[in-house]
């Protein structure tokens, strides 16, 4: 990317994978909606470019609704296995995103005795929604496409030729 100086002349800015961490893990509370989504939006949006995980404070089970609209945007999340900060084979992260308070304790813990970045990014649990079936599905949409837009813009995603 080139911006131009006020002068006219042009700068090169920072490049788009600079603002990119190399191993990312997003937490939530049970590993079973915010953050295996937004790990496998990741994946989606960044293939073999960020090494991207998933975890909970404790593991519950996964949510249908999570399966129904992570396939909408054509990702297949139904092998996601829920598991817990303990259960996780690596902790060697550039950076943990938390998308819920519990989570963001937790990972706070975890720089005690690791290098890493933490950022919170508050999130609404739709679990909690109410009403209809497509009521329903619409707060985990609504949640799909806030992460996704939280994605792109945090990590810059760039379109490839086919996006």
Not at 36 to 52: D, E, K, S, V
Not at 102 to 123: C, F, G, I, Q, S
Request: glycine share 4%; with cysteine.
């Amino acid at each position: 990317m080139i911006d131009s100086a006020p002068t006219g002349v042009p700068f090169p800015t920072r490049a788009p994978a600079a603002e990119r961490p190399s191993a990312l893990l997003f937490a939530c509370r049970m590993n079973v909606i915010r953050s295996p989504m937004a790990a496998a939006i990741t994946r989606h949006l960044f293939p073999n470019q960020i090494y991207t995980r998933s975890a909970g404070v404790r593991p519950g089970a996964l949510d249908p609704f999570v399966q129904i609209v992570m396939e909408e945007m054509g990702i297949d999340i139904s092998r996601h296995i829920p598991h817990s900060f303990e259960e996780l084979e690596d902790t060697n992260f550039d950076l943990v995103v938390t998308l819920a308070p519990e989570a963001h304790h937790k990972a706070l813990e975890l720089t005690r005795t690791n290098a890493m970045d933490v950022e919170y990014w508050p999130t609404m649990d739709p679990s909690l929604a109410t009403g209809s079936r497509s009521q329903i599905l619409d707060a985990y949409r609504s949640l799909r496409d806030e992460l996704t837009m939280r994605i792109k813009k945090r990590f810059v995603w760039q379109p490839r030729g086919n996006d």
